[in-house]
């Protein structure tokens, strides 16, 4: 691996991280770029074992682990050198060994993640696709108030509302299997600082385990405010019951 930033990047990707809870809008897409760059050339042998897009991955990295906008989670402490704020990397080698921390955690997880009771292997699509019949959606979502038509009709009054780069990511990434993950759909139509706008709208995401700081993206705020389901684990079957509604509405929205 080479060092992909310079003695000037590295210097000012330090200052950032020091001050990384507080910094605008501007100094965060800086930081983005920066930590983008610095693990261009990083390729850990997780990568392939966790079978993700490279881009996600390292958005997911850059979102909850460099700038924690998702908040501690029990993973944290076994993390101190990315926690802790004076320990800024001072190279991309640095930085490439707390990505690989990153992914080993999530390599973990992944396969705990596969396991079921009865100790059968079965893939998170499968799962996802075993979770729910037409009646288990109505009954899940009737605990809130809901009913599929109108989950839909939401998503789509949410997917208007949206910028252009903001539901161009959403239609093309959470609906379909777009070719080439965010980064592909931010190189096909040109969105500058995709990564922070698929952080701020909640695209890089684990759907299986968000955390209460989730409400904070926007479709976590939507689907707390608008649809009146809270960000908490006993409501996970609900929430993924929502992200299926707005998969499809996305995937109709991008074929229209």
């Given at each position: 691996?080479?060092?992909?930033?310079?003695?000037?990047?590295?210097?000012?990707l330090?200052?950032?991280?020091?001050?990384?809870?507080?910094?605008?809008?501007?100094?965060?897409?800086?930081?983005?770029?920066?930590?983008?760059?610095?693990?261009?050339?990083?390729?850990?042998?997780?990568?392939?074992?966790?079978?993700?897009?490279?881009?996600?991955?390292?958005?997911?990295?850059?979102?909850?682990?460099?700038?924690?906008?998702?908040?501690?989670?029990h993973?944290?402490?076994?993390?101190?050198?990315v926690?802790?704020?004076?320990?800024?990397?001072?190279?991309?080698?640095?930085?490439?060994?707390?990505?690989?921390?990153?992914?080993?955690?999530?390599t973990?997880?992944?396969?705990?993640?596969?396991?079921?009771?009865i100790?059968?292997?079965?893939?998170?699509?499968?799962?996802?696709?075993?979770?729910?019949?037409?009646?288990?959606?109505?009954g899940?979502?009737?605990e809130?108030?809901?009913?599929?038509?109108?989950?839909?009709?939401?998503?789509?009054?949410?997917?208007?509302?949206?910028?252009?780069?903001?539901?161009?990511?959403?239609?093309?990434?959470?609906g379909m299997?777009?070719?080439?993950?965010l980064?592909?759909?931010?190189?096909?139509?040109?969105?500058?600082?995709?990564?922070?706008?698929?952080?701020?709208?909640?695209?890089?995401?684990?759907?299986?385990?968000?955390?209460?700081?989730?409400?904070?993206?926007?479709?976590?705020?939507?689907?707390?405010?608008?649809?009146?389901?809270?960000?908490?684990?006993?409501?996970?079957?609900?929430?993924?019951?929502?992200?299926?509604?707005?998969?499809a509405?996305?995937?109709?929205?991008?074929?229209?």
């Amino acid at each position: 691996m080479q060092e992909a930033l310079d003695t000037r990047e590295c210097t000012t990707l330090i200052a950032l991280w020091r001050q990384r809870h507080s910094l605008t809008a501007k100094e965060i897409g800086t930081m983005y770029d920066l930590v983008g760059r610095a693990l261009q050339h990083c390729n850990p042998p997780e990568l392939q074992v966790l079978g993700e897009g490279r881009q996600e991955l390292i958005a997911q990295f850059i979102y909850c682990k460099v700038l924690r906008l998702q908040g501690r989670d029990h993973d944290a402490d076994r993390i101190e050198a990315v926690d802790d704020g004076h320990s800024a990397p001072s190279s991309s080698f640095a930085l490439c060994a707390y990505f690989r921390r990153y992914l080993i955690d999530c390599t973990r997880a992944s396969s705990f993640r596969r396991k079921v009771s009865i100790g059968d292997q079965i893939t998170e699509s499968q799962l996802e696709e075993k979770m729910e019949t037409q009646e288990d959606l109505d009954g899940t979502l009737a605990e809130y108030g809901l009913n599929p038509e109108g989950v839909a009709d939401a998503a789509t009054a949410f997917i208007a509302q949206l910028g252009v780069p903001e539901r161009i990511l959403l239609c093309e990434s959470f609906g379909m299997e777009a070719q080439g993950g965010l980064s592909g759909v931010a190189s096909r139509h040109a969105i500058s600082s995709y990564h922070y706008r698929a952080g701020r709208l909640g695209l890089v995401h684990k759907r299986q385990s968000l955390t209460s700081e989730y409400a904070k993206t926007l479709l976590g705020g939507w689907i707390e405010q608008t649809l009146g389901i809270p960000i908490h684990a006993e409501n996970m079957k609900a929430i993924l019951s929502v992200f299926k509604i707005l998969g499809a509405q996305a995937s109709y929205v991008q074929a229209t």
